[in-house]
């Protein structure tokens, strides 16, 4: 990860918004009135993706069914107008990355190809906390395999008494099931606390212990830096709609490192859109995989929905990428730790690691006299717009791209008034 240049000790939210290079990207979403700080959860629109989904509207109107072959934009490639800077958002190399159906989904299919039990290998190793989705994904993966998940899935639970995984005990847990473990199947961040998992340590272990491992991006892409191919990931899966503001129900990603894409044995579901665009049209019934990632795809693209999310991502690179946008985001979490401990003092518990390595952009804020309902139900009155979570944390999430320090400051002395 950057380390970002500190700001000046005591430094307020007008110095550091005046000495901030990316404060005009705010200016390019449209923010919901009052203070935004939910984009964990969706991500704001960008104004250029009402330009970009409108001109695939108008293009749907003036050329129907030709759209599909017609001009740089044509639907039937469109995928691949996301696919260089979907690589660099997830440090992988474009063979390796393609925008695809939503986030379970591609888990899924991922799991169909890298969830490969025996009698001996058979377990999947995913957190207690997990996002229900993927423990339901890793359940049903078990049993259509013929296995019970109460033998084969195995949960990592926070020592007593703490809210996040110690390292230590994600690799010990690895080396203890090692022998019968055929999967690990672990978030990059943590949905409820916002911890950043260590991802290259747990691929080298699962490796070392002759297991496959992938990663659930959904709280990772577009928020920390990642570098999927250089550590050797498996496989990786993750929605678009949070920090890479497609929209709600915008259109997944897919990971799958180069070492297992061209493959002809590894087992996959197929569909039409998954074999040679060459000869795809030419409607035969030999599956002739794209030597890519993309031969996991199944059905053609979500034209409307890649097209906002188009937009989002050349904002990005225009902004300088992950690194410039993690680079702020270090800055506002030392912020907003600092304008914390100031004003609210023990009167709220952060649960997110304290060390910058293990932590992205959210933080997740528990009341500490057990109030934390009604403290959040009166920040939604005074629209200051962040997210519940049961049982009792409320996650905000500054976001680099549009959220400013007074965001942060704003925040700070409103919550400050309501806890009073």
């Not at 290079?21 to 390019?28: G, I, T, V, W, Y």
């Not at 061209?262 to 074999?275: C, F, N, R, S, V």
């Not at 910058?356 to 005074?382: S, Y």
């Not at 997210?387 to 919550?415: C, G, T």
Request: glycine share 8%; aromatic share 8%; proline share 5%.
């Amino acid at each position: 990860m950057s380390s970002a240049t500190p700001g000046p000790i005591g430094a307020t939210a007008a110095e550091l918004d005046a000495a901030d290079p990316l404060a005009q990207f705010r200016e390019r979403f449209e923010l919901p009135e009052g203070i935004y700080l939910v984009g964990n959860s969706l991500g704001a629109l960008p104004k250029s993706a009402r330009t970009n989904v409108n001109t695939e509207l108008d293009r749907w109107s003036t050329l129907g069914v030709e759209g599909h072959f017609t001009g740089h934009l044509a639907w039937k490639d469109y995928h691949q107008l996301l696919t260089n800077q979907l690589a660099a958002v997830a440090g992988a190399t474009p063979a390796e990355v393609v925008a695809m159906n939503g986030l379970t989904v591609n888990l899924h299919l991922l799991m169909v190809s890298f969830y490969q039990p025996t009698a001996e290998r058979h377990k999947i190793l995913i957190e207690s906390h997990a996002f229900p989705s993927d423990h339901f994904a890793a359940e049903s993966q078990i049993r259509q395999r013929g296995f019970d998940p109460h033998e084969s899935l195995v949960l990592l639970t926070p020592r007593e008494g703490e809210e996040t995984l110690r390292t230590t005990d994600i690799l010990a847990a690895i080396a203890e099931h090692g022998d019968e473990l055929a999967l690990i199947m672990l978030p990059g961040v943590q949905y409820y606390t916002g911890q950043v998992l260590p991802m290259d340590d747990i691929v080298k272990a699962g490796h070392a212990v002759g297991a496959m491992v992938g990663f659930d991006l959904a709280h990772a892409v577009g928020n920390i830096e990642l570098s999927l191919h250089d550590w050797d990931v498996d496989f990786a899966a993750w929605c678009s709609y949070k920090y890479l503001n497609s929209g709600p129900g915008g259109v997944a990603g897919a990971f799958v490192h180069e070492r297992h894409v061209a493959d002809q044995e590894l087992p996959k579901l197929i569909g039409w859109w998954g074999t040679n665009p060459a000869t795809r049209f030419e409607m035969a019934t030999t599956f002739d995989p794209v030597p890519t990632v993309e031969s996991w795809q199944l059905s053609n693209a979500p034209i409307l929905s890649m097209a906002s999310l188009r937009a989002s991502l050349d904002i990005i690179e225009e902004a300088g990428g992950v690194q410039a946008l993690r680079t702020k985001s270090e800055l506002q979490i030392e912020f907003f730790d600092r304008r914390l401990t100031e004003t609210l003092g023990d009167r709220i518990d952060n649960i997110t690691p304290s060390q910058m390595e293990e932590r992205g952009c959210q933080f997740a804020l528990r009341v500490t006299n057990g109030d934390g309902k009604r403290v959040f139900e009166e920040l939604e009155h005074a629209r200051v717009l962040c997210d519940w979570r049961e049982p009792d944390v409320i996650r905000v999430a500054p976001v680099p791209l549009y959220n400013s320090f007074a965001d942060i400051e704003q925040f700070v002395q409103i919550l400050d008034g309501i806890v009073r």
